[in-house]
């Protein structure tokens, strides 16, 4: 399924366009899978970066209660950190620290594939172009265009980790669990 996926969405001229429209089908099935380590199965061995990515950014949108319509960016997960809370579906026999623990996994999970997608590797880079294009952009050493909300200072992220902090212990009370704990970490 994981290979299939993937190459759906290379297969387009346009890797985002199609990475759009299988997400889209594929989210409704996503909300109705009951056990978070299916959840994570699924996200965690799916081979297309920009597909999860799109899939990761519909469930933290999913989550907000007030949703955005920006572009995905490093603001963007910034906002989700700011607004997203645990999906009442999947409320289920776990505890609370538990549904934000899989909040915190899924954040960190879209930063890693947003990285991949837009910032880091050389090859990954141009994800977003077609694979035929890809080639010459690489061969050209061109550099990916960064979104406007990918510019955000040391400044913006420490207040938003600092509110959402506050916010997990109005809720979760002190101390938080370890778990909790390494992803806070990790994520900032």
């Known amino acids: 399924l994981q290979r299939m996926l993937s190459m759906a969405v290379e297969v387009d001229r346009s890797p985002t366009c199609s990475s759009r429209k299988i997400a889209d089908d594929i989210f409704p099935f996503i909300l109705n899978i009951p056990l978070r380590s299916q959840r994570e199965a699924l996200l965690n061995t799916m081979e297309s970066q920009l597909l999860r990515c799109r899939l990761l950014e519909l469930l933290l949108q999913h989550s907000c209660d007030v949703p955005t319509t920006s572009s ?12 997203s809370s645990v999906l009442p579906q999947f409320q289920d026999e776990t505890e609370t620290w538990q549904r934000w623990d899989e909040m915190l996994q899924y954040l960190s999970l879209l930063l890693l ?17 077609s694979v035929s294009d890809r080639m010459d952009l690489i061969a050209q050493k061109a550099k990916p265009r960064l979104q406007d909300g990918d510019d955000i200072s040391q400044l913006d992220i420490q207040v938003k980790m600092n509110n959402f902090i506050s916010r997990m212990q109005e809720i979760l009370g002190q101390p938080f669990p370890p778990q909790i704990q390494e992803k806070l970490f990790m994520l900032q």
């Open 113 to 129: 594939s947003y990285q991949s997608v837009k910032l880091a590797f050389p090859l990954a880079e141009h994800l977003r172009t």
């Open 72 to 83: 995905m960016s490093l603001d963007k997960i910034l906002y989700f950190l700011s607004h």
